[in-house]
């Protein structure tokens, strides 16, 4: 088992920045390719950005340029920074950790951006 514990979200004007940090229960970064996600309600959980055990990484068209991901191997910890914020990514961001035959999340942190 792993536990996913996200933390960071919170209330930001537009054109402000967050950072939203997931702490692993244990070391998984290796066996594990590491995402963030975010749902509005009534709507499917969509990908914002993934990392792989080898450091690569990639994101949806709609925060390329405003969001990183990243990862420190030795705190077990995914990081999302996400920059240029605008009302709508205003969500409910979950860290996941996934491979072939298993996957965990996190409970999920809100970040709410103002106009």
């Known amino acids: 088992q792993v536990q996913l514990v996200e933390s960071g979200g919170g209330l930001v004007q537009s054109g402000g920045s967050l950072r939203l940090s997931c702490a692993a229960s244990?070391?998984?970064?290796?066996?594990?390719?590491m995402g963030w996600y975010r749902q509005l309600p009534g709507k499917p959980r969509e990908l914002v950005a993934a990392i792989t055990s080898g450091g690569y990484t990639d994101y949806a068209d709609s925060v390329k340029g405003r969001f990183t991901i990243s990862k420190d191997n030795a705190k077990n910890t995914v990081y999302l920074q996400m920059n240029s914020l605008k009302p709508e990514d205003t969500a409910i961001y979950y860290c996941?950790?996934?491979?072939?035959?298993?996957?965990?999340w996190g409970q999920g942190t809100q970040v709410t951006v103002s106009s």
């Open positions: 996941n950790a996934g491979r072939n035959w298993d996957s965990y």
């Open positions: 244990r070391s998984i970064f290796s066996n594990y390719v």
